[in-house]
């Protein structure tokens, strides 16, 4: 069986301040989904859901870090950093993905938030958008 993106699994939306994020998100009708570190990537999430939609906010945990959400931040400040598309073969997609020269940044997947297999594919590979490949539970 080939593995195959399932939909829209959440839009990561680099924040600096979860809080003021959560409100207003909450203000519009979003429903809390959890908080949660994720060490592994330096960041806390927290899930704001809308029906369907997933709306993942990142805050990192050393704004001074050099790369990922808060390198993002300082260099264009809060707003979209990644989609994330859903599958239930996270690893079999990234294989299918290297015979097109798309590889996921670090070259494997690995542990995500939500105890999830996920992968990040470089921007430099997709047009200019960083996409998660996220194991979506059946």
């Known amino acids: 069986m080939t593995a195959q993106v399932e939909g829209l699994a959440h839009i990561g939306v680099a924040v600096g301040d979860l809080a003021q994020a959560e409100a207003a998100l909450a203000a519009l009708g979003g429903k809390s989904g959890g908080r949660e570190v994720v060490a592994s990537e330096g960041v806390e999430v927290s899930f704001v859901n809308f029906g369907d939609l997933r709306i993942e906010l990142l805050r990192p945990l050393d704004p001074e870090a050099e790369g990922?959400?808060?390198?993002?931040?300082r260099r264009r400040g809060p707003g979209v950093h990644h989609i994330?598309?859903?599958?239930?073969?996270?690893?079999?997609?990234?294989?299918q993905l290297g015979t097109s020269g798309i590889a996921p940044i670090g070259g494997s997947s690995r542990s995500g938030a939500e105890d999830s297999r996920v992968a990040f594919l470089h921007p430099r590979d997709t047009g200019g958008l960083l996409i998660e490949l996220c194991e979506v539970k059946a």
């Open 68 to 73: 990922g959400v808060a390198g993002f931040l």
């Open 84 to 95: 994330a598309l859903g599958t239930h073969d996270v690893d079999g997609l990234v294989e």
